[in-house]
């Protein structure tokens, strides 16, 4: 199915996209509902077999992992049996299968869709990496006056290379889950411009729930929170259709100097399924990133290995259409053999634009559950089609049930490419192979000269990455909880002491044996400059606690990017410098705990530059209002070289560390607070948002 035809009007700021077909009118809200029993109701579905364990074993044994590879659909013959053999019966047999998936898979996008007008919120300059940049944040207001009750504003944030001559190529990102470091890696948002290209990021929480609550988002929105037919669209489509529409934003945004025909996805896990659907859906997606997508994603369905049909059709069966759930049904009985389609035709679907799919090892995290086999399956499976449109396949033989997977790091195949990288349940891996094979068939402009000038460090920068985003309206959250008397600010050595992630749970023991009773919160955020704590501070984080005591420590993350120098010394000294005035202004009430920035053994050439700084900002403190506090002799050796066991990669501090900073802060708390209490008062801990989905 097409996507429909748009009429598009810009308005100063906002652009509106409405569909051409009439609204209906509003009716009267409906109560929640069980959609899943609605389901099973309309579908005269009994009772559903148990879907496969993750933690059992047994359930993944290849040797009997294709019983039926006789039923597997050809996607190269038409219902009527007639065999395709040119681009024009691709067409038609094309038009066949998103009938088949729409009907029984995905769901189908309703034809009356509320219009969106999109609002840019926010235009803020930049750099990365030298490059300089402009990033926009944009809400795409849908219309609800058709039924007031659901309220969708889609969120979006987009990059682009500033002073461009030419629009340029983007890579939009479901759900943030790529944004970061892996060890010393350069983030994926920098190497995507330093190829000429902008990169972004779209909410799908924002666009549907990622839950059962079908009566609430862009669906619930639609059915005027009434239950969904069978063949109505689940999340995966109301995700990919949220991206069409900022496509259509592409399309009438001269202004936004991205090119609309040169729009990339990428995304993984549940995500990855999203990303891959919106590229077969929507012929306008010109390249597709698909991480670990699994089972509803490029996995074949009838590769009975992990996760199966069976699970979706009692699980997660809100991100497919209601009519998911017959296929894993036991009464009447049917199986992933009787679906007319399999995810190998999925895949087809975004032929000819290239398509690259991507997941990690077992070891690393990417687990047995997400069958790799029956994605790599898959992918032969839909090379004939890649062929046939003059495109480049994988280059295998072309026996899906024999060919085997290349090794780890080797990227194979053209047009339709696969690459296995040594890392977990991620594309972080894959991204610079990423970029250079999509180089080959998407062309950037020439990349604007470097900024000769970073942003100074006592300007409020946003960070555009979704995840951050996220992040920060957990955090205002937290703050407008109030009862906190501690007030802990900074980066990633500062956030890790006192958060939620499972995988620093050792370090928040550490922090609630040192803090509890003292009504500690930390307000800490990974990869933070001085410039992204200062526009978190301006932005409400702090607004309205009150602290007795804040402790910050800040500034490594300047001093790990650009040259480091006099120049530099004197611009973090400022950035530090002016997180301090904004406390002032806040709280003015406050002590505030300045801690000198921690020696680093990642890069001992920063050290010097490190030990300049702390002598500055140790300036900055007059023994009342603001107290300096330097425990770097109880980290390192008088020459920056960390003690053992202080960190846990020469950058980080382990729960040992922390010990260190705690047993420094400890006296001076006590001094101002007290002894303290039985009881503790602060808010609990926050995370990663992205962790909960993975």
């Known amino acids: 199915m097409p996507i429909p035809s748009f009429a598009v009007r810009v308005l100063s700021t906002s652009v509106v996209i409405a569909a051409t077909s009439s609204i209906p009118l509003c009716q009267t809200a409906a109560q929640p509902f069980d959609d899943h029993a609605s389901m099973m109701r309309i579908l005269g579905v009994k009772t559903l077999r148990r879907g496969p364990d993750p933690n059992n074993q047994t359930t993944f044994n290849e040797a009997s992992a294709n019983p039926?590879?006789?039923?597997l659909p050809d996607v190269l013959t038409m219902r009527n049996g007639t065999k395709v053999t040119s681009a024009a019966q691709w067409k038609t047999r094309r038009r066949e299968i998103v009938e088949d998936f729409e009907r029984e898979v995905y769901g189908r996008i309703p034809k009356h869709v509320?219009?969106?007008?999109?609002?840019?919120?926010?235009?803020v300059p930049g750099e990365i990496g030298g490059i300089p940049i402009v990033t926009k944040t944009l809400v795409g207001h849908v219309d609800n006056r058709t039924y007031p009750s659901v309220k969708v504003d889609i969120q979006a944030t987009f990059t682009v290379p500033a002073n461009s001559k030419s629009a340029v190529p983007i890579m939009l990102e479901f759900g943030g889950f790529g944004f970061g470091r892996r060890?010393?890696?350069?983030?994926?948002?920098?190497?995507?411009?330093?190829?000429?290209?902008?990169?972004?990021?779209?909410?799908?929480?924002?666009?549907q729930p990622d839950n059962?609550?079908?009566?609430?988002?862009i669906i619930g929105l639609c059915n005027r929170g009434k239950p969904r037919k069978p063949d109505d669209w689940g999340a995966l489509r109301a995700w990919g259709w949220g991206l069409s529409r900022l496509i259509d934003y592409f399309e009438s945004a001269k202004d936004s100097m991205v090119d609309p025909r040169k729009v990339g996805i990428e995304g993984v896990s549940r995500y990855g399924k999203a990303a891959v659907v919106a590229e077969a859906f929507d012929t306008r997606v010109a390249v597709g990133l698909i991480g670990s997508s699994g089972e509803g994603g490029t996995k074949l369905h009838r590769h009975i290995f992990g996760e199966a049909i069976e699970n979706l059709a009692g699980g997660e069966f809100y991100w497919m259409a209601g009519n998911i759930i017959k296929y894993g049904a036991s009464d009447p009985d049917k199986t992933a053999a009787n679906l007319p389609v399999d995810s190998h035709e999925l895949i087809a679907l975004c032929a000819p634009r290239p398509c690259f799919i991507s997941h990690g090892v077992v070891e690393k995290g990417d687990a047995k559950w997400i069958d790799i086999h029956g994605s790599f399956m898959a992918a032969v499976l839909a090379g004939p089609v890649y062929r046939l449109l003059g495109k480049q396949d994988l280059?295998?033989?072309g026996d899906y049930l024999t060919d085997p997977m290349p090794p780890v790091n080797t990227l194979i195949g053209g047009d339709l490419a696969w690459r296995q990288h040594d890392g977990g349940h991620e594309v972080t891996p894959n991204w610079p192979a990423f970029f250079e094979w999509a180089g080959k068939y998407i062309k950037a402009p020439p990349l604007p000269a470097r900024a000769s000038v970073a942003v100074p460090a006592d300007q409020p920068v946003p960070r555009t990455d979704q995840n951050s985003q996220v992040a920060h309206v957990q955090l205002l959250e937290k703050a407008k909880k109030g009862g906190i008397d501690v007030y802990f600010e900074g980066d990633s050595i500062t956030r890790r002491w006192g958060c939620s992630d499972a995988v620093w749970k050792e370090m928040l023991a550490n922090w609630t044996r040192n803090f509890?009773?003292?009504?500690?919160?930390?307000?800490?955020?990974?990869?933070?400059?001085?410039?992204?704590?200062?526009?978190?501070?301006?932005?409400?984080e702090l607004d309205g606690v009150n602290p007795k005591v804040i402790v910050l420590l800040a500034g490594t993350n300047n001093i790990a990017v650009g040259k480091s120098d006099g120049a530099k010394i004197a611009d973090v000294a400022r950035g530090i410098h002016a997180i301090l005035e904004e406390f002032h202004r806040r709280a003015p009430a406050t002590t505030i705990v300045l801690t000198a920035i921690f020696p680093r053994n990642d890069n001992p050439t920063a050290?010097?530059?490190?030990?300049?700084?702390n002598r500055r900002i140790e300036g900055f403190a007059d023994g009342r209002r603001v107290r300096f506090l330097n425990v770097n002799s109880g980290l390192a050796d008088a020459n920056g070289k960390l003690f053992p066991g202080m960190t846990i990669d020469n950058l980080h501090p382990a729960a040992r560390g922390y010990q260190v900073w705690a047993d420094a802060l400890k006296p001076i708390l006590t001094e101002i607070l007290g002894e303290p209490a039985k009881t503790d008062h602060a808010p609990p801990p926050t995370g990663d948002p992205s962790a909960k989905a993975r």
Do not use: M
């Open 516 to 540: 509890f009773g003292w009504n500690a919160a930390d307000f800490g955020w990974g990869g933070d400059t001085t410039q992204n704590i200062l526009w978190r501070l301006r932005n409400g």
């Open 212 to 217: 059962a609550k079908l009566n609430t988002g």
């Open 395 to 397: 280059g295998t033989l």
């Open 68 to 71: 039926y590879r006789d039923t």
């Open 114 to 123: 509320p219009k969106v007008t999109w609002e840019v919120t926010a235009v």
């Open 607 to 613: 050290n010097a530059t490190i030990d300049e700084i």
């Open 183 to 207: 060890g010393n890696a350069v983030p994926w948002t920098q190497q995507a411009l330093e190829k000429g290209w902008g990169y972004g990021s779209i909410n799908p929480n924002s666009i």
